[in-house]
């Protein structure tokens, strides 16, 4: 394909795949933790700040390591992203109803902080994997 041939770079195109994917879901979640944890900082002082910390924290590390699990085995077994990706999302699920059902709470912990910035984390995660998957410019063809 020469230049002139050469589909034109559209903006904000992604094309480094799912590790792509990852990278802007986790900016994208880590910019909304931050941020909530400022609105409670501001609203009710520095005492849920780790809450939000810990609960939206939680979310995005289970989030993310299922990112990078669908990453990799798209890197080196195509064939089995679907099975890899479904089976990881009920591992994040099942890990995080465990913590949140049979690990004892710290007297530290606030639930309402933690729950909140949980949600939020969830919800701009999603977000930006949706955006982003479809800004992801993939080849018709297997390589």
Known sequence: MTARTARPRRRWENRA??????WWSVG?????LALTA???LTLSGPGGVPSVLTGGGIVLALSAVTGATTALAWDHAREAVLPVSIGMFVV???VFGILVGMAPRPGWLEATPAAVAALVVI???QAAEV???ARTRRSIYAD
């Open 38 to 40: 400022l609105a409670f």
């Open 131 to 133: 955006l982003v998957f």
């Open 92 to 94: 994040k699920i099942a």
């Open 123 to 125: 919800v701009a995660w």
């Open 17 to 22: 795949g799912w590790w792509g994917i990852l």
């Open 28 to 32: 994208g979640a880590g910019a909304a």
